[in-house]
């Protein structure tokens, strides 16, 4: 049990363009999700917080205009990265909760390369 | 600033030993524990969590909370190489909120 995915696995794409990433948890119910990136060798930095059906809660330093999040539905959140440059690029890992647990699951990461 | 610190290592233990990986916190208020496993190139993986003074154990692993002093260590015993990866300590940060606070993780390395 527990299992998140997120989709794609690894993405190209060139400067200027938006790039969508995909976070479902495929056997329960999220409540909330989070985004985080991580930089070659360094540990987890969280962007964001997601709650389904509100607005996500960014960390500070993190734009909420090019890092645009969406939790449409109990089992999927998006993140969208706007305007891609190559400081984008990154490993970008999503993590849920099961309702009521404090426990994080995370997805399997999206590796961005933006050229 | 809330923190967590860890050793980063690299710590390396032969095939069979005891590996002890260690992590401090700064917030008191804080209530959950968490220990992860991430392979190079991976996402982190749930190996343990603890919320109550003393030790858990689960396998080859243990979990150990000492909330007086603020640290939270993990023990693995009959090691392997397989074993070899980082090994992130994460914090909940309390009030009523489920985010985490990472460590910026310990690498071990398991020799054969």
């Known amino acids: 049990g527990a299992v998140v995915s997120q989709h794609p696995s690894r993405v190209i794409c060139k400067s200027g363009t938006s790039v969508k990433i995909e976070c479902r948890s495929l056997d329960f119910q999220a409540t909330t999700m989070f985004w985080y990136r991580q930089f070659p060798k360094k540990s987890l930095m969280l962007m964001a917080t997601?709650?389904?059906?509100?607005?996500?809660?960014?960390e500070q330093g993190v734009e909420k205009d090019k890092f645009l999040i969406n939790h449409a539905s109990l089992t999927l959140s998006t993140l969208t990265v706007t305007s891609a440059h190559p400081e984008d690029s990154s490993f970008y890992i999503c993590?849920?909760?099961?309702?009521?647990?404090?426990?994080?699951?995370f997805g399997p990461g999206t590796r961005l390369t933006v050229t | 600033q809330k923190e967590v610190e860890q050793n980063s290592g690299p710590l390396s233990v032969p095939e069979g030993a005891i590996a002890s990986l260690n992590c401090t916190y700064s917030d008191r208020v804080s209530q959950s524990f968490f220990w992860y496993r991430q392979y190079s190139g991976k996402s982190p993986e749930l190996i343990m969590s603890i919320y109550s003074n003393g030790d858990k154990e689960d396998g080859r692993f243990t979990a150990q909370l000492n909330k007086a002093s603020q640290y939270v260590s993990l023990l693995i015993r009959d090691s392997q190489p397989s074993d070899s990866a980082t090994y992130l300590c994460a914090v909940n940060g309390g009030s009523g909120t489920y985010k985490y606070i990472f460590g910026t993780g310990t690498r071990l390395k398991v020799l054969a």
């Open positions: 997601s709650n389904e059906g509100s607005k996500a809660t960014y």
């Open positions: 993590s849920a909760s099961i309702q009521g647990g404090p426990e994080q699951y």
